[in-house]
């Protein structure tokens, strides 16, 4: 599926083999303009979606709304070093095609996430990766490839997982 008509191509990438394969599977099927830009983009969940945690409230009458600054920074750091790693090896993968790319982190719903920067690069195509949850997991968690699939204003490659 080569094609030079495509300026701007976004690949959705998180700590998934899947989302890997997907940028491979990019890399080694489109070719973009001469001026085009292929854009690999990670999705971090804010700190507190991603820990699941918020300190109770201080009871009998204490501060309420306090948060643990070291906790939450912890958190921070630890997740930076988790986009870090996945931007290295996504970065990795593109070196060994010889292409350069740009990067992009946003933080927050990955649907929603990258169904915005998405449109906001007018991207001719985004390619993505499909992990393969059953039906009960999909139903409680829901799919962020279907989720694109059905709300981004472009065409969509999404490359299964077995």
Known sequence: MATGNLASVV???????ESMNALRWALDNLRLRPDGELVVLHVQQPPNIAAGLNPAPIPFGGPSGV????FTQAIEAHQ???TQAILEHALKICSEKNLEVKTEVIVGDPKEKICEATANRNADLLVMGCRAIGPLQRMFLGSVSNYCINHVGCPVVVIKGT
Not at 11 to 17: K, P
């Open 80 to 82: 930076r070093r988790i």
């Open 11 to 17: 690949v959705a990438v998180d700590g998934s083999e």
């Open 67 to 70: 948060e643990v600054p070291a």
